[in-house]
T-cell receptor
Framework: NAGVIQTPRHKVTGKGQEATLWCEPI?????VFWYRQTIVQGLEFLTY????????DSGMPKERFSAQMPNQSHSTLKIQSTQPQDSAVYLC??????????FGSGTRLTVL | GQQVQQSPASLVLQEGENAELQCNFS?????MQWFYQRPEGSLVSLFY???GTKQSGRLTSTTVIKERRSSLHISSSQITDSGTYLCAMERAGGYKVVFGSGTRLLVSP
């Protein structure tokens, strides 16, 4: 079991460019969560899928951010027209029905 | 307002001392979890503890759902316990898991 896999580990984009982050949850886990972590804001909830269906995206900035889960083996977080304030570590987690979250190593996004 | 309040924000211990970390929740919750974040950033689940007391080695978690609080006790601290401890709650009526701001622990020799 490789755990939750996130790619890339690091991504550097220029202001205005698009960034796509990938997450492969643990096989058999029904829920996938996306979080963003910065020193100032801590760990912020972005969005959540259960059985591939979007359940709660209340933490997603309404413009420029979107998340998909086209199949049970991966989810993507896309940020259009990236801005310096989007710089953060983006963390993906998956869970079984008992709710224990298992986190990936994260993607560190730097927007220049 | 902040739904999950953790205290203390930071803590310095000498090796061998005990620590008590607290989490208080402002809303009703279904369950809560404790995580350890290593200095390099990776997050490890310590406890999934909806209620009552759970122990794993030198760590003990106690959750009192009615009082909307949970604690993490670390006994006989070691240098390798240094890092950030985060609690998270799953809100009642939904599946969203919200994190506290963490307690930064430094254990010195």
């Amino acid at each position: 079991n490789a755990g939750v896999i996130q790619t890339p580990r690091h991504k550097v984009t220029g202001k205005g460019q698009e960034a796509t982050l990938w997450c492969e949850p643990i096989s058999g886990h029904s829920a996938v969560f996306w979080y963003r972590q910065t020193i100032v804001q801590g760990l912020e909830f972005l969005t959540y899928f259960r059985n591939q269906a979007p359940i709660d995206d209340s933490g997603m900035p309404k413009e420029r951010f979107s998340a998909q889960m086209p199949n049970q083996s991966h989810s993507t977080l896309k940020i259009q027209s990236t801005q310096p304030q989007d710089s953060a570590v983006y963390l993906c987690a998956s869970s079984r029905t008992d709710g224990t979250l298992y986190f990936g190593s994260g993607t560190r996004l730097t927007v220049l | 307002g902040q739904q999950v309040q953790q205290s203390p924000a930071s803590l310095v211990l000498q090796e061998g001392e005990n620590a008590e970390l607290q989490c208080n929740f402002s809303t009703s919750l279904n369950s809560m979890q404790w995580f350890y974040q290593r200095p390099e950033g990776s997050l490890v689940s310590l406890f999934y503890n909806p209620s009552g007391t759970k122990q794993s080695g030198r760590l003990t978690s106690t959750t009192v759902i009615k009082e909307r609080r949970s604690s993490l006790h670390i006994s006989s601290s070691q240098i390798t316990d240094s890092g950030t401890y985060l609690c998270a709650m799953e809100r009642a009526g939904g599946y969203k898991v919200v994190f506290g701001s963490g307690t930064r622990l430094l254990v010195s020799p």
